[in-house]
């Protein structure tokens, strides 16, 4: 959890906005906008949220953890700990934002793919 947290301080210093209305995503919204996409932070960072609940975290090397939802929130876990930690999910329709309980926001933007 230490982990997932310095990880977002360090992505998301300053978290631009790219949009007024900010909604809060139920559950359902919370798969749909996360399962197979990459977001980029703010650093330059950016994270994979695979399908199979697997999640890749990049800010210079790659970090492997878990990622899914439970009770409507995003979740993740980084090994070596075993603690999950929960963000509500925002959208604008152009950037997501994850909300921490403790108030705490890092937003990202969804990668631009080559097809």
């Known amino acids: 959890m230490r982990q997932f947290a310095l990880m977002i301080a360090l992505s998301c210093t300053v978290s631009p906005v790219w949009g007024d209305e900010w909604r809060v995503l139920n ?26 609940g697997r999640t890749l975290y990049n800010a210079g090397h790659d970090s492997w953890g878990y990622w899914g939802v439970r009770g409507g929130k995003y979740c993740s876990t980084w090994p070596p700990s075993d603690l999950w930690a929960c963000y509500a999910l925002e959208s604008n329709g152009e950037a997501i934002r994850f909300v921490g309980e403790g108030g705490d926001i890092t937003t990202g933007r969804y990668a631009e793919t080559a097809e």
Do not use: P
């Open 27 to 52: 559950g359902e919204e919370v798969q749909a906008a996360l399962e197979g996409r990459k977001l980029v932070y703010g650093s330059g960072a950016w994270q994979e949220f695979r399908a199979s």
